[in-house]
């Protein structure tokens, strides 16, 4: 048996009356507590909106351009240039 990793932070939540019986409901379908159902949720919340975060979702045709431009990149146009030996004396100076 998995031994459980002591709880040592609180958070304390107010919620509306009509919230706290549709998640005791739910806890009681779980067959959990109150009080891990709401940790549980959290987490799973948690990670979602992270790796929402982190990951970046495009569609298979944005792929194919993104492929393509990396693949065949367009030729440096002067302004393009500058901004390259611009870069290159800024990073010269902070030596």
């Known amino acids: 048996m ?3 990793t002591p709880r040592t932070a609180r958070v304390e939540a107010r919620i509306a009356p009509e919230t706290l019986v549709l ?3 739910a806890a009681e ?3 959990r507590s109150v009080s891990d159902f709401i940790v549980s949720a959290a987490q799973d919340a948690a990670r979602k909106t992270i790796g ?5 979702r495009v569609s298979v045709e944005d792929q194919r351009t993104f ?3 990396i693949l065949n990149p367009p ?3 002067p302004s393009m240039e ?4 611009r870069h290159a004396r800024l990073i010269a100076t902070s030596r």
């Open 52 to 56: 929402d975060a982190q990951i970046v």
């Open 29 to 31: 379908l779980q067959g």
């Open 67 to 69: 492929a393509e431009a």
């Open 23 to 25: 998640v005791k409901r």
């Open 75 to 77: 030729d440096i146009v």
């Open 2 to 4: 998995p031994t459980a």
């Open 82 to 85: 500058r901004a390259i030996a």
